[in-house]
């Protein structure tokens, strides 16, 4: 078997041939991709093969298949994994091994073992999802590719330590040791003052986890001075931002769900969409609000074909960094915890998690905060530093920002409640943390 450094550092060379800076280029590779993925998951996949039927198409017609949801997903599991995987033996697997903190659970598959993560999901359905030894390796070595810092390769002739801070699904990353390189995946169910302590005698050169995570680190008296931060699996803020390039160093970001690696940071520091390796369709809800509908054009365990998002993104123009993929102008937030809030004519508003992390963000030296809808008109602010002044400014731009979306500022009431202190000693909680939520349900 080769090396899992190998076929890390395999991926990572492969990668820079996938860094098209011709959009015709770009769109004849991940066409030629998906034809090939479309006729394998056709073979392999059982519950591909069935819905493409159901809709009369044939594999070559996919992108007319009616987009499924993380419900459909989980719901025929035995038959869309392509390892003949049962949910109920995945899941099984997957609580015995966060309950013993034991990461790298592990099921045996046609092409050898394939690990098993839950996700971190908010709400509703929880996932499972399956990623076979190659494909772990394989997403390893785009990481590397895009995220050490420039110039490639000549970045591999240095020692590199990489930590990963990631949830229980952490064992997906657990990977690579080397002579040259050094992974690290740091345990989130241990107390947060002992990753700290990890953290800070691990000496990183490329610190990858999710902002809240990184914060409480931080907080923690965690001291490290890698070349770069990478912030994955949240919507990193503007209050994240400043304070992790003050106590870490320069931070990028990675948009990544559970259902693949979606975009990645080019060196201008703007995130452009994985398109040689994802396929995105849109949906488009108005206002230049896109939900994605994605297709994975090379995992195929666990296969990912017109499967919808619940994140709304916001497109950008060209970049001047000159990459063909598509440049992510920002990410909304997630549809289900857009408020909805009464219209000046008495109809339901959406507002997106966007407009109110935009208002927040104004706050001069606001370092922590929430926001939660709890009634039909009924807005729940927490702000740290919490004073007077600042709950006067943060009612001024929410109401510019409500205003801003059609809502009627002056029906929604705003209540301010003290935010609850973080425990040092606890582990970092399991669910996404969500600044902006919306907790009532119509
Ligand atoms: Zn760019």
């Given at each position: 078997m080769i090396p899992d450094g190998l076929l890390v550092l395999r991926s990572a060379f492969a990668e820079s041939r996938l860094m098209f800076r011709d959009r015709d280029r770009l769109e004849r590779y991940a066409a030629g991709q998906a034809a090939a993925q479309m006729r394998w998951l056709a073979v392999h996949s059982p519950y591909t093969a069935q819905r493409l039927r159901e809709a009369e198409l044939?594999?070559?017609?996919?992108?007319s298949l009616p987009p499924i949801g993380k419900a459909e997903m989980m719901g025929h599991f035995d038959t869309l994994?392509?390892?003949?995987?049962r949910l109920e033996d995945v899941l099984a697997v997957a609580r015995r091994a966060e309950s013993s903190r034991d990461f790298t659970p592990t099921l045996p598959g046609p092409a050898g073992p394939v690990t098993v993560g839950l996700s971190s999901g908010t709400s509703g359905t929880q996932g499972a999802f399956l990623v076979s030894r190659a494909e772990r390796l394989q997403w390893a070595g785009v990481i590397l590719r895009r995220l050490l810092p420039p110039p490639w390769p000549a970045a591999l002739l240095k020692r590199q330590r990489v930590a990963f801070l990631l949830r229980a699904e952490g064992g997906l990353y657990r990977s690579v040791q080397g002579r040259r390189i050094d992974f690290r995946f740091f345990?989130?169910?241990?107390p947060v003052s002992e990753l700290a302590a990890g953290l800070s005698a691990y000496r990183p050169t490329l610190l990858i986890g999710p902002p809240s995570v990184l914060r409480a680190l931080l907080t923690a008296g965690a001291a490290a001075a890698p070349e770069r931060v990478v912030a994955v699996a949240e919507v990193l803020e503007q209050v994240d931002r400043a304070l992790l390039e003050a106590g870490f160093g320069p931070v990028v970001q990675v948009y990544q769900a559970t259902e693949g690696l979606l975009a990645l940071p080019c060196p201008h520091g703007h995130l452009h969409l994985n398109e040689a390796h994802v396929h995105f369709d849109w949906e488009d809800l108005g206002g230049g609000y896109l939900r994605p509908v994605i297709t994975d054009l090379r995992r195929r365990t666990q296969p990912v074909v017109r499967h919808r998002l619940d994140d709304l993104l916001v497109l950008g123009g060209g970049c001047t960094?000159?990459?063909?993929a598509r440049r992510v102008?920002?990410?909304?937030?997630?549809q289900d915890d857009a408020l909805l809030l009464p219209g000046a004519a008495g109809e339901s508003v959406t507002v997106w998690p966007d407009f109110i992390r935009g208002a927040m963000n104004l706050?001069?030296?606001?370092?922590e905060y929430r926001a939660e809808?709890?009634?039909?008109?009924t807005l729940r602010l927490s702000l740290d530093p919490d004073t007077g002044e600042g709950r006067a400014s943060a009612e001024r731009e929410v109401r510019a920002a409500l205003r801003r979306c059609g809502a009627d500022a002056d029906r929604v009431r705003l209540e301010f409640v003290p935010l609850a202190a973080p425990d040092?000693?606890?582990?970092?909680?399991r669910a996404k943390r969500r600044r902006v939520a919306r907790l009532w349900t119509p």
């Open positions: 044939s594999p070559l017609e996919w992108r994994n392509t390892a003949g995987l345990d989130l169910l241990r960094c000159g990459l063909a102008e920002r990410i909304a937030g997630r706050l001069a030296g606001l370092r809808q709890t009634g039909a008109d040092a000693d606890a582990p970092v909680p």
